[in-house]
Structure formats: structure tokens, C-alpha cells
T-cell receptor
């Protein structure tokens, strides 16, 4: 049973370029979350999506950042016109469609470096 | 909003001894408290969780306790082993949004 998959694992972009991060949830999971982690800090919530719906994007900057989870295919976190401050590890998590609580299972992350 | 504080930031214990990491939360409505282990270069791994209707939960060498009145919860690792070395994070949530502590770096000394 494959876990949450993310690609690429490492991404280097120059300032002003676009970064696209992909996340495939665990089989049977229909909820996806994106988090950002700076070195030696905890994770910060960015956005919560279900298939074709953004449920909560309160943690995501309004400018340059967008996320989607289409009916088919992986969830995408897109960062336009990247700046040095976007350098961080971005983690995706998924959870089952129902049930009490929201056990979230994380992927290995994408480490974005902006030069 | 919810705020989670975690202590200590670094914990060094002798192999075979126990380790305890403590977290406090601010929002009494929080009802789900997971603990994650993160190894270098990897994603967080869910190791144990507890819900607000339970005071304690145990899974082999790992246990979590929750004191709702005091709004704190703790992770206990017994008989520590070298592979327990990692950064441990606590989190609290009311629904889906996990609010994370800052992490504890656990070092197991041989």
C-alpha cells in the first residue's frame, strides 16, 4: 500500500520562475493538506483540499500561491514568481474521507531552493 | 486561535532510559492530539495520537497522556533505542487544521 507520494523531492528555481509541486494521496484518501516547514520549525498549515474543492486556504499567501486537487491526477501546489523567502520544505498530507479525527499521513516533502 | 508550546527543545537521554516530551495548548475546544516523528530529510511520521475523550494511550514503548483540565499532553518513550533519535512534534486540532509545536530534538546517547 503506497504512502503519500510527492515529486519532485528537490526543486531549484531562480527568482521569478514558477514552482510546481505534486502530491498523490494514499490510496482511498480524498483529503489533501499542504504544509510548509522552515528549518528547525514546526509545520505551518497552508491549504486543505478535497477533490475539485478548496476547503480552507487560510494559511496560504493570497499572492503567487495557488493549489488544486483535480478529479483526476495529483494535487498541485503552484508558486508563481518565486522569491528567496519561498525556500522551504513543502509537505503534503492526506487523510481518509470520513471518520472521527483527521489522521494525516505525510509524504517525504519537496525541498524548494530559490537562487 | 490555537497555540501549542512544546518542551524541551532538545532532550538527551542515555540509551535504555525513558524520555518525556510535554506540550500545552490554549484552545479548550481542541479534541485531537497527534505526535509525529521526523527523521532528517524525511516527512513527519504519525507515531501515536489521542482524542479528548481518552486520558492515556499506549503502543508498545510509546505512550501519550492527556490532561484536558490543565490543557497539556505528553509523550513518553520507554527503553529508548538509537533509532528513536529524531525530532518529535506534537500537534493539536479541533477539526482538520493541525497546529504544531516547535519540535523536540531527541538524542539517544550510547
Amino acid at each position: 500500500n503506497a504512502g503519500v507520494m510527492q515529486n519532485p523531492r528537490h526543486l531549484v528555481r531562480r527568482r521569478g520562475q514558477e514552482a510546481r509541486l505534486r502530491c498523490s494521496p494514499m490510496k482511498g484518501h480524498s483529503h489533501v493538506y499542504w504544509y510548509r516547514q522552515l528549518p528547525e520549525e514546526g509545520l505551518k498549515f497552508m491549504v486543505y483540499l478535497q477533490k475539485e474543492n478548496i476547503i480552507d486556504e487560510s494559511g496560504m499567501p493570497k499572492e503567487r500561491f495557488s493549489a488544486e486537487f483535480p478529479k483526476e491526477g495529483p494535487s498541485i501546489l503552484r508558486i508563481q514568481q518565486v522569491v528567496r523567502g519561498d525556500s522551504a520544505a513543502y509537505f503534503c498530507a492526506s487523510s481518509p474521507p470520513q471518520g472521527q479525527g483527521y489522521e494525516q499521513y505525510f509524504g517525504p516533502g519537496t525541498r524548494l531552493t530559490v537562487t | 486561535g490555537e497555540n501549542v508550546e512544546q518542551h524541551p527543545s532538545t532532550l538527551s537521554v542515555q540509551e535504555g532510559d525513558s524520555a518525556v516530551i510535554k506540550c500545552t495548548y490554549s484552545d479548550s475546544a481542541s479534541n485531537y492530539f497527534p505526535w509525529y516523528k521526523q527523521e532528517l530529510g524525511k516527512g513527519p511520521q504519525l507515531i501515536i495520537d489521542i482524542r479528548s475523550n481518552v486520558g492515556e494511550k499506549k503502543d508498545q514503548r510509546i505512550a501519550v497522556t492527556l490532561n484536558k483540565t490543565a490543557k497539556h499532553f505528553s509523550l513518553h518513550i520507554t527503553e529508548t533505542q538509537p533509532e528513536d533519535s529524531a525530532v518529535y512534534f506534537c500537534a493539536a486540532s479541533i477539526n482538520y487544521q493541525l497546529i504544531w509545536g516547535a519540535g523536540t530534538k531527541l538524542i539517544i546517547k550510547p
